[in-house]
């Protein structure tokens, strides 16, 4: 019972120590300027001693920095983020930094969805009148509005439809 | 603003339907099936059926949901008669559905009004929606179109496969329409909703102050909850909230600004 009880306590600790230290070790990542955040949230290897282990999330291209390690303020090179999946493919960049700041963000990879040209864009962007589906009422079974009150549904174009097939 | 089409009242011209409303959430709920699938049926009956197994699912949510039922949960726990943790086990779910949809909008759409009185109207109809949906699949019932109010749910087709022609009303003129939208059949969505500060201005609240830069917001989704919350929130949370809802869900969104003019995403494209 006694062994039992000092091995639970052992684990605990040593438990609540892991913790701490992945817990220290973010706020190291995070907290190391710039690079230290791009690299924490991209996933690429920065610096040698915030990174043992603690972002476990770097990408199948790892970093290719080649700045000097450790200080931010020096670090400098170019760190590959993972690769994200999207609805148009996978996409992944690549930052360069100098002194600390990002100068530079490429594309290593976008939307490369079986060599095809996929379509980026499913953002919406200004439509003309005449650009837009047109619609007439009278070929049309339903009609979507902002809710209508029981009281409006009555000149409303789906009480006239509705009343045409009632 | 140049309409796009002219004001008349609409003489069918497409496939014939058998429709039937009733009202219901302070609104009225329409459903519509091809006349044809009904021929060699009791053609009444399965109307009758139908109507009945949507409006049970409408008049259930209504009892539990309205906040203009002095005595509904909703409005028991408005004048905090009960609590949250006290409430019913349909009450935590959908709120629980909400705060989801909070998170997922970024505080955008949310389940409480402005003086924190817990207020899920914003999310019932679509809820009421997808069950009834459910409820007609469950009458083996292939070919439907459902009207909540202006929100719309589609299976199958109004006759020969052809999807359901949705119009989208003209946010300032409501006998007009602004666009069309087809659903169901071959086409990619079934749920098509609308908000707008047209009819019941003052149930979205904008996230800042002010009134919101699109006077309407029309979403197409596979699923009419997501569509529904989408419209709402992007009319609360304008542009940012119309370029997060493209990127992150798979929707088509047409947006009428004040000035009159229309956003669009590429589905909206004629």
Not at chain 2, 233 to 261: F, N, Y
Request: aromatic share 4%.
């Amino acid at each position: 019972m006694r062994i039992r009880a000092a091995i639970s306590a052992a684990l605990a600790s040593a438990g609540i120590l892991l913790v701490g230290w992945q817990s220290g070790t973010h706020v190291a990542v995070t907290g190391s300027s710039a690079v230290g955040t791009s690299a924490g949230t991209s996933g690429a290897k920065g610096s040698n001693e915030t990174t043992s282990g603690s972002s476990g999330s770097s990408g199948p291209a790892s970093s290719s920095g080649s700045g000097s390690v450790g200080a931010a303020a020096k670090a400098a090179g170019t760190y590959a983020g993972s690769v994200v999946r999207t609805r148009y493919g996978t996409v992944q960049v690549q930052i360069t930094v100098k002194a600390g700041a990002i100068t530079d963000v490429t594309a290593l990879k976008l939307t490369d969805a079986e060599r095809k040209s996929v379509q980026i864009s499913s953002r919406a962007a200004p439509l003309l009148r005449t650009e837009v589906i047109r619609a007439q009422s009278a070929n049309v079974q339903t009609i979507s509005g902002a809710t209508v009150t029981s009281e409006a549904y009555l000149g409303s174009l789906q009480a006239a439809i509705d009343a045409a097939n009632l | 603003m140049q309409p796009t089409s002219e004001p008349q009242t609409p003489a069918p011209t497409g496939p014939a339907l058998s429709a039937r409303t009733f009202h219901c959430m302070g609104t009225v709920i329409s459903l519509s099936l091809p006349a044809g699938a009904l021929s060699g049926t009791p053609r009444e009956r399965v109307l009758d059926n139908a109507t009945a197994a949507v409006g049970r699912v409408f008049a259930g949510l209504d009892r539990t949901f309205s906040l203009y039922r002095p005595q509904s949960e909703a409005s028991r726990m408005a004048r905090g008669e009960v609590t949250l943790r006290g409430a019913s086990a349909a009450m935590r779910a959908r709120y629980a559905d909400a705060a989801g949809w909070r998170l997922l909008t970024g505080g955008t759409f949310t389940p409480e009004r402005p003086d924190g009185v817990p207020d899920l109207s914003g999310i019932i109809k679509g809820y009421a929606l997808r069950q009834a949906g459910a409820a007609l699949g469950g009458l083996q019932l292939e070919d439907w179109c459902l009207n909540a109010g202006g929100d719309v749910l589609v299976c199958g087709s109004p006759g020969s496969g052809a999807p359901w022609q949705a119009g989208i009303v003209h946010p300032q003129d409501r006998r007009r329409l602004v666009s069309g939208f087809s659903l169901g059949g071959s086409a990619r969505f079934a749920a098509l909703a609308t908000s707008g500060t047209a009819e019941r201005g003052d149930h979205i609240w904008t996230a800042g102050a002010g009134r919101s830069e699109f006077c309407q917001v029309s979403v197409a989704a596979a699923d009419i909850v997501a569509a529904d919350v989408l419209a709402t929130a992007i009319v609360a949370g304008g542009r940012t909230m119309l370029d997060r809802a493209t990127d992150c869900w798979d929707v088509e969104v047409l947006a009428v600004l004040r000035s009159g003019d229309l956003l669009g995403t590429p589905g909206f494209r004629a």
